[in-house]
């Protein structure tokens, strides 16, 4: 078994990444808008285990701010860890861009997501009512942020 390894991706492995998104996500990206957030000033990064991509990361840096803009793992690889190693990897980045706050948002039933984020350090620090769409009406998405 190969050891996890986290890499950049570019618009060359979009396909890939769509299908973790799509595969992940009751109501995921468009392709056009992850194409949207691959170079400039987004940093992605996708997680491959045994030469298979598990995972990915969209960060969008703006001067000493981290947004983490989508967090994904298959659901197949999920409950491994995964997730903490892609977090992991975005606070590390940060770090290196000497980024003084991050920030995310998260749906409010994502009860897993949030506890990862908590233990991590990240606070709650707003509410967006009815951000996200759902299966039935909308879903409040809970704003995170950490201090660096």
């Known amino acids: 078994m190969s050891k996890p390894c986290l890499q950049n991706f570019s618009k060359s492995d979009a396909e890939t990444i769509y299908a973790i998104e799509t595969a992940s996500n009751p109501f995921p990206w468009s392709k056009k808008t992850l194409l949207s957030c691959i170079g400039g000033r987004y940093i992605t990064r996708q ?34 860890g995964y997730g903490q ?6 606070l ?3 770090k290196q861009k000497q980024v003084v706050t991050c920030h995310l948002e998260v749906r409010s039933k994502n009860i897993a997501a949030q506890m990862l984020y908590m233990k991590n350090g990240f606070i709650q620090v707003h509410r967006r009512t009815g951000y996200y769409p759902a299966a039935i009406g909308y879903e409040d998405a809970i704003v995170m942020s950490l201090s660096l």
Do not use: R, W
């Open 47 to 80: 997680l491959t285990v045994n030469d298979v991509v598990v995972g990915f990361y969209v960060g969008d840096l703006v001067i000493d701010e981290f947004t983490l803009m989508e967090i994904c793992v298959h659901p197949e690889s999920q409950g491994k």
């Open 85 to 90: 190693l892609l977090l992991t990897d975005f």
């Open 92 to 94: 590390a980045m940060a």
